[in-house]
């Protein structure tokens, strides 16, 4: 990053917008509100907490695609007049201070940004408040990051639901009655009076990746990029969403999950956009149900304010806390690198290793095999996610693996649990994606990539013999579980 090189402000308003996961001019709603006045000077910060990002299990995939499309992000401000000035400090107990001192020492008047429901960064924004309060210098929190606020989805008694079917319910009826409506980007500002920062190619400190390449190539930045995306899924798989999202051979869902957790797009773009193709194109129930993905995401988003315990990685059913997990290194290692011997376990974890991102059927199987047939800690392979996933999301992340712990959100009992053989059979039926990632398997026909020693160890196969005996794992952790619950 160059040396900082601020100008002082002779302006008689300055209002600053905060820019977080939220990285996009379209339909953000603090940015908007900051530019309502059109002689106000306004500044984008962005704060670089690097030790904070390591603090959280940020993943490298996940810093460089956010700071590429920051880079994206501050050309497109350019255009505006908006300046963007990047704020670097290790983590949040020195960046508050930082903040208050840049925004005194630029006459701010008003800081606008959205609203963090995760406990930490709640803690770091009251902080900042009151320091800005302390300096007469006003606060703004709007929210964003769900379709509908966290919050206004409750039972009848006032409750937040627990369970995602009747929330969802409320949550489409809700919808039904108040059309969401998109902020259009702001229009060009007066001349701003500060200098932008001049971003470096990568984020600084950043190890350069060897999969880079491959990265820039599969998450291209950009909102423009973003919208191209959700265009042409809307158009072309949205139909086929509900037959299609099982099967990871298939490009079948979105992989908008980098966007949206990264803020190049925000939800309610996702749900306009599919709303208008389904008014406009017949036989559209597809989009239905890649509707209700979006609602889970609210869902997990709803369950983080309503029991903030889950964001201190404590289970949503607090007695499952008492499940004496296993702490088997050796097992965890295996499953990490994808030498399980299940093909679609390692399959899934080398495309997640591979690419920074894993179909959803394939994180709800090597979450269950983890949990359930290696008993081991789901806080371990949430974390393990947080530190490869390009699309890492402290509610999305911390609900799907507590599902697949079942001690979550999971409506069925803990009496679910995969069988990894069968589950391979049905959504890679044909053993295409295990051939993609496991290509020492990839001569094998159909029948027997799933299962290769099925009969037996071949030893003319370099893969490895399953870890655990399904059929064992699975009655250790039913009586694990079973012995929690009273008779
Ligand atoms: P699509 O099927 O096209 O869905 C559209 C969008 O809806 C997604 O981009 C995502 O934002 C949202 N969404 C879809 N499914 C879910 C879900 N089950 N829960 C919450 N939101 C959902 N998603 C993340 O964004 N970040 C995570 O860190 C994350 N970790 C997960 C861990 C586990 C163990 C499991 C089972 C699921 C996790 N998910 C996470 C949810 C889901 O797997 C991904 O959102 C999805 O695979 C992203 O692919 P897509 O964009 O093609 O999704």
Known sequence: MAPRAWSRLVVAEHRVVWLRNDLRLADHPALHRACDDSQAQVTALYAYTPGQWRQHDMSLVRQDFEWRQLRALATSLAELNIALVVIEANDYAT???????????????????????????QARDKHLQQGLHAQGIATHWLHDSCIITPGQVLTGDGRFYTVFTPFKRNWLAQLAAHQVQLLPPPSKRPAPAIQSTALSASAPGLARDARQPLLDTLWPVGERE???RLAQFIADDGRRYKDQRDFPAINGTSTLSPYLAAGVLSARQCLVAAEQHKRHHADQQGLDTWISELCWRDFYKHILTGFPHVCRHQA???????????????????????????PIVDAAMRQLNETGWMHNRLRMIVAMFLTKDLFIDWRLGERYFMQQLIDGDLSANNGGWQWSASTGNDAAPYFRIFNPFLQSKKCDPDGAFIRQFVPELAHLDAKRIHEPHAK???VRLAYPLPIVDHGKARLDTLAYFKALTPP
């Open 226 to 228: 973003a919208h191209k």
């Open 316 to 342: 949503f059913k607090r007695d499952t806390d008492r499940l004496p997990w296993s702490t088997h290194e050796a097992h965890f290692a295996a499953w990490c690198a994808g030498q399980t011997g299940f």
């Open 456 to 458: 037996g160890r071949d």
């Open 95 to 121: 960046l508050v201070p930082e903040i208050v001192a840049w925004c005194q020492s630029h006459q701010v008047s008003a800081l606008y940004a959205h609203e963090a429901y995760e406990l930490n960064e």
